[in-house]
């Protein structure tokens, strides 16, 4: 299996920007297709964005489409989220998560086998 472990999470004002990591150990990270998500106090954890093994492949949820960014290097076994222009409703503990992937090309909303333990991510008003 594989273990992941999220970091870059902090306190931003909103309108700024953050880059969060996810190191991955253990398995043939680029086996992996990987994904972002995020739990805000009192709600569900909900899905932000996906990549597919070769990192050719993208998907965004809608509340985060053209100010996120996911992309992956798998010579360094990491997946980032690059986030922009913060919202004080992106105030959320995030998390990474991976699955096995036949095709290098497939991305998944769900569901996922591997999660790290979350970095929080707190916007200011």
């Known amino acids: 299996q594989v273990q992941l472990e999220e970091s870059g999470g902090r306190l931003v004002q909103a309108g700024g920007s953050l880059s969060l990591s996810c190191a991955a150990s253990?398995?043939?990270?680029?086996?992996?297709?990987m994904g972002w998500f995020r739990q805000a106090p009192g709600k569900e954890r909900e899905f932000a964005a996906a990549?597919?093994?070769?990192?050719?492949?993208?998907d965004y949820a809608d509340s985060v489409k053209g100010r996120f960014t996911i992309s992956r290097d798998n010579a360094k076994n990491t997946v980032y989220l690059q986030m922009n222009s913060l919202k004080p409703e992106d105030t959320a503990v995030y998390y990474c998560?991976?699955?096995?992937?036949?095709?290098?090309?497939?991305?998944?909303?769900?569901?996922?086998?591997?999660w790290g333990q979350g970095t929080q991510v707190t916007v200011s008003s």
């Open positions: 253990g398995r043939t990270f680029s086996d992996y297709a």
């Open positions: 990549i597919s093994r070769s990192g050719g492949s993208t």
């Open positions: 998560a991976g699955r096995e992937a036949i095709y290098r090309t497939s991305i998944f909303r769900g569901p996922y086998d591997y």
